[in-house]
T-cell receptor, first 113, second 111 residues
Framework: NAGVTQTPKFQVLKTGQSMTLQCAQDMNHNSMYWYRQDPGMGLRLIYYSASEGTTDKGEVPNGYNVSRLNKREFSLRLESAAPSQTSVYFC????????????FGPGTRLTVL | GENVEQHPSTLSVQEGDSAVIKCTYSDSASNYFPWYKQELGKRPQLIIDIRSNVGEKKDQRIAVTLNKTAKHFSLHITETQPEDSAVYFCAAKGGNEKLTFGTGTRLTIIP
């Protein structure tokens, strides 16, 4: 099992460019999440998908959109990147919503110039 | 929504001593409290978790305690080793089903 995988590992964008971060899990998990991690601020939830076909906003959803493509894949899109979106992005999955362990991907380091 | 506060932000201890990291939460409906360890440049990894129907849980040198009345929980690492050096995050899953993280504690073990 690869667990949770993310692509790309690194990305540099110019302000206004768009891109999609990809996430996939092979653990047959129902729930998937996108977080951003900034220095001194821990991990903040951007969007999550409790099950296939559903998505919901987290703490910091502005400037992002998501797609739960199927049970395995959950993508995060930046339509018009801004320097404030420079961050490390982590995808995570858990068997289902509720008190369950979340497993994290390796992260994508994004820089917006 | 849930608010999680974590202290201290940095902690240095001598190898072999114990380390304690404390967190408080605000949502009385929170029922799941995991702790993650993150090494530099790596992903967060779960090291221990506790559910709200349990007051304490131990796994070798790591233990977590939960006080639901006071709404706080703590991570205890005994007999610390150099490989324990990392950033540790607490988190709480509230009634809205979302996991809220603390801001992290950078633990340094001094050989």
């Amino acid at each position: 099992n690869a667990g949770v995988t993310q692509t790309p590992k690194f990305q540099v964008l110019k302000t206004g460019q768009s891109m999609t971060l990809q996430c996939a899990q092979d653990m047959n998990h129902n729930s998937m999440y996108w977080y951003r991690q900034d220095p001194g601020m821990g991990l903040r939830l951007i969007y999550y998908s409790a099950s296939e076909g559903t998505t919901d906003k987290g703490e910091v959803p502005n400037g992002y959109n998501v797609s739960r493509l199927n049970k395995r894949e959950f993508s995060l899109r930046l339509e018009s990147a801004a320097p404030s979106q420079t961050s490390v992005y982590f995808c995570a999955s858990s068997p289902r919503s509720g008190p369950n362990t979340q497993y994290f991907g390796p992260g994508t380091r994004l820089t917006v110039l | 929504g849930e608010n999680v506060e974590q202290h201290p932000s940095t902690l240095s201890v001598q190898e072999g001593d114990s380390a304690v990291i404390k967190c408080t939460y605000s949502d009385s409906a929170s029922n799941y409290f995991p702790w993650y360890k993150q090494e530099l440049g790596k992903r967060p990894q779960l090291i221990i978790d506790i559910r709200s129907n349990v007051g304490e849980k131990k796994d070798q040198r790591i233990a977590v305690t939960l006080n639901k009345t006071a709404k706080h929980f703590s991570l205890h690492i005994t007999e610390t080793q150099p490989e324990d050096s990392a950033v540790y995050f607490c988190a709480a899953k509230g009634g809205n089903e979302k996991l809220t993280f603390g801001t992290g504690t950078r633990l340094t073990i001094i050989p």
